[in-house]
Structure formats: C-alpha cells, structure tokens
C-alpha cells in the first residue's frame, strides 16, 4: 500500500495511492498518518477498511499538493557517510561505526515544496536518501527483529548546508535542520511493496544532469544494522523517520565544487518510492 497526504501546507489529508496510479481520499477513516496511526496497527485496519469503503473514496486532482506522507514525526535520525564512495568525496574516512545526527521536524515538506536557501547560505547541497519508518515502538532491538519494526519506506532529499555543517562549531545539525531541508515522499511504500530495501537503485538530478546513480546495495551499514545499533542509544517511536546516507555525486564532492542556486531544480527517485520534484527559491525577508 502506497500512503500520501495531500491539501494545503498544514491541513493536509491522509489518502491512498492505488496500484493504477489513482489516488483517493481517505479521510473518512478518521485518521492521520501519525505516532498513534502506526502504533495501533494502522496500516493493517486502514487495508481491511479499504475492502469495504475504497469505492465511496472520492478521487484526489492531479492537480492537488501532496504533502509528507507521514504527519510530524518524534524525530527524524539521519545516518552520515554510509555510502564508502561519498565518504572519500566528502574528504572524511570511512567510520566503523554509524554516524548519527538529527534533522529537524520542522525541516519537512512535500514532496514537491520548493526548498529556500536559509539566509546567509553560500553552501547548499542536494542528497538523495531511502528513508525508513517506524512502525512499532523499538529500543534494544537485534537485527533480526528490525524488518517486524518498519512501517514501510519513503524518498527523502537529504538537504545540507556544508558550511553550516563542516565550518562553523558544533554538531551537523546546524547545516542540516534548516526550514524547507527534509522534502519527504511522493509516498510511504509499506514494506510488502519493498522487497529488498538494501538493493534498490536511486539517482538524483540537477537541472536535468545526473549527479547521483547509485543503489542501496553499496551501504556501508545497511538497514537492520542501522536501525538495531541507533535503537541501543534511544527508543525509536512508531512514524519515527531514519534517513539512511547518501551515494556519491554531492556537490560538495565535485571539483570545482557545485552548490544550489535560485531556480535550480532537483528532481530525484528511488525504485519503488517514486520521484519527487524541488524548485529551489532564495531566502525572503518576512
């Protein structure tokens, strides 16, 4: 099953993308894509409600805002340099162990929001990332029990500012939780439509050129290693997103290096997780 929610920044919808590409309005089910939602098994009822009520769903307009598909989550954890190959570019050794950091909640958008430069930025990069969402509450787990804790998986630009992140003091956290930084969806895939999510092909591209072709296949950690070791730090919560590294084709990375503008456009994919779309706008003084 294929989750989106759509309508304006804020009042989003929870709704339902079928397999022919038509999307339906699920609000009578009565619920958002949430903590409670995934906690409560929500992905199994909303599928057993859809039996009987998906004929009286009305139609969602092409034309209609998608928004994340999953309502403000508890956290978003990302992992960094988990791809060998965008570890060397980035200039830093490969780690032996996950690195962790947090993006902000308040970073998410749609799918297809335009991302805006934060005020004084000079160093704003694009990073395509499989997501993962957590379905059932998880601390201490094994690696054999991560695949019963996901609710499914989702595309996600990783966006960076490098010069927040690697020169001024602190922790990354500065050049990567700034507004507008966390496009997430088309929509959250649940895990029987990903068969093999540490096999998937994804790509990025800038402006029409391809800057990141790569596949899960080349993670460092994968999936169940990843999310069994950040549960031994904190307890994952059911809607909890992780963000699981980027291929190499940064901008950071080329030489000389290449960093977003004002009406540039990424348009990126995952196999399976579909293809999202961000126009990039400068910052505006309110």
């Known amino acids: 099953m294929k989750l989106i929610r759509f309508g304006d920044v804020g009042k989003e919808k929870p709704g339902v993308q079928l397999e022919n590409g ?4 699920v609000s009578h089910f009565g619920e958002d894509y949430n903590e409670t939602f995934f906690e409560t098994k929500g992905i199994e009822r909303l599928k057993n409600w859809l039996k009987d009520n998906e004929s009286k769903c009305p139609s969602i307009s092409a034309e209609a805002r998608l928004g994340s598909p999953i309502s403000r989550p508890s956290k978003l954890v990302c992992i960094g340099l988990n791809y060998a190959q ?16 947090f993006k902000s909640t308040t970073a ?13 930025s000079k160093k704003t990069d694009w990073e395509v990332e499989l997501a993962v969402v957590i379905g059932k509450k998880a601390s201490y787990i094994s690696k054999e029990e ?7 998986y989702v595309l996600h630009n990783d966006i960076s500012e490098r010069s927040f992140q690697i020169e001024r003091e602190g922790q990354w956290c500065k050049g990567k939780g700034c507004d507008t930084f966390a496009p997430l969806g088309p929509f959250l895939a649940t895990t029987d439509e990903i068969k093999n999510p540490n096999n998937l092909k994804l790509w990025l591209k800038l402006n029409g050129k391809t800057m990141q072709d790569s596949s899960t296949s080349d993670f460092i950690f994968n999936i169940q290693e990843s999310i069994s070791y950040i549960s031994q730090f904190m307890t994952l919560l059911p809607g909890d997103v992780i963000s699981t590294g980027t291929p190499f084709g940064v901008g950071l990375g080329l030489k000389p290096p290449l960093y977003l503008k004002p009406g ?23």
């Open 22 to 25: 038509t999307k339906i309005d």
């Open 146 to 152: 991560v695949i019963d804790h996901i609710a499914g």
């Open 264 to 286: 540039d456009v990424m348009e990126l994919g995952i196999e399976g997780l579909g293809v999202s779309k961000q126009s990039v706008k400068a910052y505006q003084t309110k």
């Open 86 to 101: 965008h570890a060397v570019e980035a200039g830093m050794k490969i780690p032996s162990e996950p690195v962790l950091f």
């Open 108 to 120: 998410i958008i749609g799918p297809n929001d335009d991302v805006i430069i934060p005020k004084g």
